[in-house]
Nanobody
Framework: QVQLVESGGGSVQAGGSLSISCAAS????????MAWFRQAPGKEREGLAG????????FYADSVKGRFTISQDNAKNTMYLQMNSLKPEDTPMYYC????????????????????WGQGAQVTVAS
């Protein structure tokens, strides 16, 4: 089993920056793909960015491309999401996810493709 814990959410003014982290524990050696999602109340979970170990690829949704950066520190078993130029619509809960599959052929992260999930971190962007 893999456990994921997000940290680093908070409040920021529009145009500001935040970084959130996702620490993995347990059977971390099985993780071959990781991703960030977000979900606003009453809306579907949106895949934002993914790291797919198959081919060493990263993917960004159009809504965050150029503003958000996904990265990982293998030594710390931690994934990060650096969020710049934040907008009020970037506000909802952010979730990290991981899966044992290497993501070959994957593009946008899909909720159904990820087995392990964190509990979420709240990000609030004030206008």
């Amino acid at each position: 089993q893999v456990q994921l814990v997000e940290s680093g959410g908070g409040s920021v003014q529009a145009g500001g920056s935040l970084s959130i982290s996702c620490a993995a524990s347990g059977a971390t050696w099985i993780i071959k793909s990781m991703a960030w999602f977000r979900q606003a109340p009453g809306k579907e979970r949106e895949g934002l960015a993914g790291i797919y170990f198959g081919g060493g690829r990263t993917f960004y949704a159009d809504s965050v491309k150029g503003r958000f950066t996904i990265s990982q520190d293998n030594a710390k078993n931690t994934m990060y999401l650096q969020m710049n130029s934040l907008k009020p619509e970037d506000t909802p809960m952010y979730y990290c996810a991981a899966d044992p599959r290497n993501g070959v052929g994957w593009t946008a992260p899909r909720e159904a493709d990820f087995r392990y999930w964190g509990q979420g971190a709240q990000v609030t962007v004030a206008s």
